[in-house]
């Protein structure tokens, strides 16, 4: 892992997340795979292993460019516009 010029941009210390789980899979009845916080903002999105990547989505939409898992155990970091771990 490598730290990239946007992470080291993202507040500190981390936002805490505003949810517990992603409230856009919640709206649209589907279940979130593995849940992502942005690092920006502090949303709550899924993965792009769930239907619908409302973690993708919101750097789309906000242009936020850095999340990190929410999964225990899974501390990396992920920044979309690098397109690697960091």
């Known amino acids: 892992m490598s730290e ?17 789980t992603c409230l856009e899979c919640l709206a649209a009845d589907t279940d979130p795979v593995q849940l992502r916080l942005c ?7 899924c993965c792009d292993s769930s239907p619908l990547r409302h973690a993708t989505q919101h750097h ?18 992920w920044c979309f516009v690098d397109g690697s771990i960091v």
């Open 39 to 45: 690092l920006t903002c502090g949303h709550v999105g």
């Open 60 to 77: 789309k939409d906000t242009g936020h460019p850095v999340m990190r898992s929410l999964e225990p155990g899974m501390p990396w970091r």
């Open 4 to 20: 990239c010029p946007h992470l080291s941009e993202m507040p500190r210390p981390e936002p805490a997340p505003l949810s517990e």
